[in-house]
């Protein structure tokens, strides 16, 4: 190849590769890997337990057996639009149960567990 003046020149060739730019899905995944490491910092902390986790899903526990036992009172004396809101209650608090359930590993995680499950039952007893 040559220039106007006839004097030969290689074709010049980028060495550079391109770079992706980021998307706002990479700075989405950064700033989670950011939070996840917080959260692991905090449990390595407190002993291998996350701050709020067992009292979480005791609450959950909590709310979901005092749904369930709304709910059969709801059955026995057929009232159709509590039935359907309880219903629906507890289908959105058993996903998150579910969720929590699955990271509760310790036993203090287990004991919030059933004392909550207990306490919500007996509360929504004595309540209805």
Not at 38 to 49: F, N
Not at 66 to 78: G, I, N
Not at 98 to 108: L, P, Q, S, Y
């Amino acid at each position: 190849m040559s220039d106007s003046r006839g004097i030969k020149r290689e074709p010049h060739r980028y060495t550079r590769r391109a770079v992706r730019a980021r998307t706002a899905g990479d700075v989405r995944h950064r700033r989670q890997t950011r939070v996840n490491r917080r959260i692991a910092a905090a449990a390595e902390s407190s002993g291998g337990v996350a701050p709020r986790r067992p009292l979480r899903l005791g609450l959950l526990v909590f709310v979901q057996y005092a749904l369930l036992a709304v709910d059969m009172r709801f059955v026995a004396s057929a009232h159709y639009v509590g039935i359907a809101v309880a219903n629906l209650c507890i289908a959105t608090t058993t996903w998150y149960l579910t969720k929590e359930i699955v990271t509760a590993r310790t036993f203090t995680d287990r004991v919030c567990f059933a004392a909550g499950g207990t306490a919500g039952a007996l509360l929504a007893v004595y309540v209805t």
